[in-house]
């Protein structure tokens, strides 16, 4: 009885463990509010968790009550008319009535308007909210598929005072609250108890964000995540499948994976060319090579979950010999060749090998072109400069896009258009379907693409998850998943000693180089301060016009290739981006003296901030990395310089060669394998912020700085081992050496302060890449750094950013470059003296 009373009592005093779910995704999200940004990435976090709309889409994508508990359709088809819940709140404490819900789909139909969705509300005329709990929608002409459309992201009801805040600290009413955003790290939720419906049954999500295959694995294996969500290696699922600590979940996203055509090009607008394609391709060699088996062929445009599918792959099956006269026919000219521009995920880029070869056997030459995002929006969707592309359609319901004449493949079709207007024209769900039907079947008969599969939704999750849907639409919305056991929450603030010792170490800093200073020249101090502007100023220019000229629209990028183009203009309008050059140059530089590094397209921040986010993770790790180079490379010069020529001296070149060949990614790949997959001493990736703890912090550090430590230490290793090779017939040497001293004393006391400065001179530069060439090793660890950040904004074409960035990389390059230099004129009285005095 006395045990289980202590029991009790310890339990009554320990704090309680949170149950946290730990999410893997490949994509961070840009912002948090689809009602103004496309991206995927943000639906998947807070669409149906943070956010809901009126209603919501089930897994045959009819719509289904959400916030509206249901809805009439008037009998002429032209009102819409929703009784919305009671007592829902925002998770803020704002009240959700129908005044709020009117305010929302005004805001997103409003001329002007950003919302990427926006012409899916063209035929509503009017928004009455006549009670608290009643919204009416009254239409200029029938849209079937408005009730479809409402149950889109991008339609979510938001609260009037947040509306500024929702990109980056979301406010909505659904089961999980926004509680912080570490971007290039992690997304926090926490169970919302004021919920409307069902409470969540955990008390946490945590999102992090694992961009590269290997890593993914590599965290999934060393149990660093609880779900992944869209595993991006399906190379690996073999393995996965087969260890019981994990369970396969295999459904269907909403993508269709494309072979699109450009019908604007000759003879790609001829229909026989098109069917010929369609019979050259064998979808389930294509899916068991790119995909590894997983994924299911589809004939059409549509995905084969909802309803209204038909199985149309019998339409166009594989047939290499009636593609062949499918082009006889048409007269396919022999030295034509195709362009094949895909984008960088990996499913284009090994699809779009086997298309090619598929192609090849049939006689249609191709020339494969692999494009970064940026790229491929600016030369495949906004200036239709391509031939065939590889990608996934990702949108519900999209089938739309066939209806616009402007649309990247440029099909036109009377019979789908008057298909679609039919299609708006209908409410009843049988006239709906068969109409949908005819539709697919117009597609696959026109053979408008060549319609591939539709993409897996692969979930990996610890064995014992439930309460997750693989066939979700849109997001996973995880308000019924619960854990075997619990998780520990995320640990209490303990960073007082990390933050400690970093005002610790800038303090030595500071007073070490105010020692410099006070030694230095000040004509050489005036000079040096002369070139660091002068070399900003041209910096500055010439990152400027290069941002300018590289390809892509950041506007398009931010809102998708969905988005509108008026929600695209207006959004171009309202980031300054229609202003001439110079007029942007200015207004940046102007910012710029005013200690103002602008905002970032794609976050929506100030750069200002975001940096300062990264510097806690990328200065630690370059200073870690520096000192294990040098921790390495000193003893093992000085070991090889005891005796030139001898087994020592050959073993150190043999494996500073190596270290100089090997490159730090993939030692950062095989370090994440042995320590964290085989050994599981450390995390395999990812920065849990220094309040974790120090031994948090620098656990996590460990392997990526010893990744980036050992090519470096390689490199000054030969540096220093080749200057103390020189300096070996010094008389001053031989002397100490007659006088007594020990080999290891002469060479630690006299041999070595002689060489430091191109020592020095070299760690200058080391210092330089460690901060700004870490990129590669940042995302292979996913740790969100300076590096990965500029990564990122290079992707998304956030001109801001990277300018800005760039910027302050070469200006910490110079500083770098200088205090170096102070440092050696302080360490050899020589320099001093040729340079004018101390």
């Not at 200015?586 to 590094?597: P, S, T």
Request: include cysteine; aromatic fraction near 8%.
């Amino acid at each position: 009885m006395t045990r289980w009373l202590v029991l009790l009592l310890l339990a009554c005093w320990l704090p309680g463990h949170a149950a946290t779910l730990r999410i893997a995704l490949q994509l961070e999200p840009p912002l948090l509010d689809p009602t103004v940004g496309a991206a995927a990435p943000i639906g998947e976090v807070v669409y149906g968790n943070v956010f809901e709309g009126l209603v919501s889409l089930a897994e045959d994508g009819s719509a289904q009550p959400r916030l509206a508990e249901r809805w009439d359709i008037a009998p002429d088809g032209l009102s819409l008319r929703f009784t919305l819940r009671a007592g829902v709140r925002f998770h803020d404490g704002t009240p959700f009535d129908a005044a709020v819900a009117r305010f929302a789909l005004e805001r997103a139909r409003a001329e002007g308007s950003s919302n990427p969705q926006r012409s899916l509300l063209a035929a509503i005329s009017s928004i009455d909210a006549p009670d608290a709990h009643t919204l009416v929608l009254r239409l200029k002409r029938r849209d079937g598929g408005l009730l479809q459309s409402l149950g889109s992201a991008a339609f979510v009801m938001v609260a009037p005072g947040s509306v500024g805040t929702n990109p980056t600290a979301p406010n909505g009413t659904g089961p999980w609250r926004f509680v912080d955003w570490q971007r290039g790290n992690r997304i926090e939720l926490a169970r919302f108890d004021g919920y409307w419906g069902d409470k969540a049954r955990l008390d946490g999500l945590r999102y992090r964000f694992i961009a590269d295959p290997s890593a993914a694995y590599a965290a999934v294996m060393a149990g660093d995540v609880d779900l992944f969500a869209n595993f991006p290696a399906p190379e690996h699922l073999a393995q996965i499948r087969a260890d019981r600590r994990f369970t396969l979940q295999v459904g269907l996203s909403e993508g269709e994976t494309l072979l699109s055509i450009n019908h604007r090009r000759a003879p790609l607008d001829q229909l026989a060319v098109r069917r010929a394609i369609a019979a050259a391709i064998d979808r389930q060699a294509l899916i068991d090579g790119a995909m590894f088996g997983y994924g299911q062929p589809i004939g059409s445009h549509f995905s084969p979950r909802h309803a209204a599918y038909v199985d149309l792959t019998g339409q166009s099956p594989h047939d290499p010999a009636r593609a062949r006269a499918l082009l006889a026919e048409a007269r396919w000219p022999a030295d034509r060749v195709l362009s094949l521009k895909l984008p960088p995920t990996a499913y284009a880029r090994r699809g779009g090998e086997i298309l090619a070869a598929q192609l090849a056997a049939v006689g249609i030459r191709t020339r494969i072109e692999n494009l970064e995002w940026a790229q491929w929006l600016d030369q495949v969707f906004v200036r239709h400069d391509f031939d065939l592309t590889v990608i996934v359609h990702a949108e519900p319901l999209d089938y739309g896009i066939y209806g616009r004449d402007d649309y990247y493949f440029g099909y036109r079709s009377e019979r789908v258009k008057a298909l679609l207007r039919q299609l708006d024209d209908q409410t009843d769900d049988t006239e709906r379907r068969a109409t949908l039907q005819a539709l697919q079947r117009q597609l696959s008969d026109d053979a408008v693409n060549g319609f591939l599969f539709q993409y897996p939704r692969l979930l990996v999750t610890r064995a014992g998850l439930s309460g997750v849907r693989a066939n979700a639409v849109g997001s996973l919305e995880l308000a019924g998943a619960t854990l075997p056991d619990a998780q520990a929450g995320a640990a209490g603030d303990q960073g007082a000693a990390p933050r400690a010792l970093a005002w610790a170490a800038a303090g030595l800093l500071g007073l070490g180089l105010a020692w410099l200073l006070r030694r230095a020249d000040p004509r050489w101090l005036l000079a040096r301060a002369a070139s660091l502007a002068l070399t900003l100023v041209a910096a500055s220019v010439l990152v400027f016009a290069l941002v300018q000229v590289a390809p892509g629209d950041p506007a398009r990028h931010v809102l998708g290739i969905q988005a509108d183009e008026q929600a695209v203009a207006a959004l171009r309008a309202q980031l300054g981006l229609d202003d001439p050059a110079p007029t942007r140059y200015v207004r940046w530089v102007a910012a710029l003296l005013q200690g103002d590094l602008g905002q970032s397209l794609t976050y929506r921040l100030p750069v200002r901030e975001l940096l300062a986010e990264r510097l806690p993770v990328t200065l630690p790790l370059a200073a870690l990395a520096l000192l294990t180079a040098i921790a390495l490379a000193v003893p093992a010069a000085l070991w090889a310089a005891r005796r030139p020529g001898g087994a020592a001296d050959r073993a150190v070149s043999a494996a500073s060669q190596l270290g100089v060949s090997v490159p730090d990614f993939w030692l950062g790949v095989m370090g994440a394998w042995l320590f964290a997959v085989v050994l599981r001493w450390v995390p395999a990736g990812g920065f849990p912020g220094w309040d974790a703890g120090l031994a948090a912090g620098l656990q996590s550090l460990a392997l990526p700085a010893l990744a980036l430590a050992l090519p470096q230490a390689a490199i000054l290793t030969r540096v220093l081992s080749s200057a103390l090779a020189e300096l070996a017939p010094a008389e001053f040497l031989r002397t100490a050496r007659a006088k007594g001293a020990s080999r290891w004393r002469t060479l630690w006391r006299h041999a070595l302060p002689n060489v430091a400065t191109p020592v020095l001179t070299l760690l200058g530069l080391q210092t330089a890449y460690l901060l700004a060439g870490s990129v590669i090793v940042e995302n292979v660890f996913f740790l969100p750094g300076v590096g990965r950040l500029l990564f990122q904004g290079v992707t998304a074409h956030d001109i801001v950013l990277v300018q800005s960035l760039v910027l302050v990389l070469v200006a910490l390059g110079v500083a770098i470059s200088a205090s170096v230099e102070l440092a050696a004129r302080a360490a050899d009285p020589r320099l001093r003296r040729r340079g004018g005095g101390a």
